[in-house]
């Protein structure tokens, strides 16, 4: 069956600290990879997709970035947080043969002071 | 730009009662899900709909997939407290590969 990872799961750091998530994927190959960002208690904002190794779509323009070194790993990055980047952040992988699910990781949640 | 309009934003009923949840946008969607979210967790599937005009059910929640696929609409049934909860719908656009975006989201208290 397939699992999703992502870490850490909590994150305090400062304004200008750099930052990596990381998420991998195991049971299935070729995913759908996807990153979101959630305020509380509200929607999901979608930050990068990658359909593919090496293939990323941005969403938002913004200090972060995303990286998919191995077919099954999605990372996100930044050089330098911001205030703003806080949030709660989702690493999720898709299904594209039945309901198109998406299937989420754990989440981090990011707080920059 | 696509986006989808949710609404309401925020829901509190007594249990009982029943509830619509509105997900719209201008452009028309390949196919639609909804997603139900609890604290500090990701959203779980509840149903894609991918035909215009489609009415799906499960249990007391009925879903409705409008005519020219630019709309949607959750209904629920009678709510009970186990109901509450964040919803959100969640649209893929043609031409648009693997982007999938979500609404706001609606976030529902059911109170006993």
């Known amino acids: 069956s397939q699992t999703i990872h992502q870490w850490p799961a909590t994150l305090v750091q400062p304004v200008g600290s750099p930052l990596s998530l990381e998420c991998t994927v195991e049971?299935?190959?070729?995913?759908?990879l996807y990153w979101y960002r959630q305020a509380a208690g509200r929607g999901l904002q979608l930050l990068f997709y990658s359909v593919g190794i090496g293939q990323i779509s941005s969403e938002v323009p913004q200090n972060l970035s995303a990286s998919r070194p191995q077919d099954r790993q999605f990372i996100l990055s930044s050089k330098k947080l911001l205030l703003s980047d806080s949030g709660f952040y989702l690493c999720?992988?898709?299904?594209?043969?039945?309901?198109?699910?998406?299937?989420f990781g754990e989440g981090s949640r990011l707080t920059v002071l | 730009t696509q986006l989808l309009e949710q609404s309401p934003q925020f829901l509190s009923i007594q249990e009982g009662e029943n509830l619509t949840v509105y997900c719209n946008s201008s452009s028309v969607f390949s196919s639609l899900q909804w997603y139900r979210q609890e604290p500090g967790e990701g959203p779980v599937l509840l149903v894609t709909v991918v035909t215009g005009g489609e009415v799906k059910k499960l249990k007391r929640l009925t879903f409705q997939f409008g005519d020219a696929r630019k709309d949607s609409s959750l209904h629920i049934t009678a709510a009970q407290t186990g109901d509450t909860g964040l919803y959100l719908c969640?649209?893929?656009?043609?031409?648009?590969?693997?982007?999938?975006?979500f609404g706001q989201g609606t976030e529902l208290s059911v109170k006993p």
């Open positions: 969640a649209g893929q656009f043609y031409n648009q590969g693997g982007k999938l975006i």
């Open positions: 049971g299935t190959s070729n995913p759908n």
């Open positions: 999720a992988w898709r299904e594209l043969v039945n309901t198109g699910e998406l299937f």
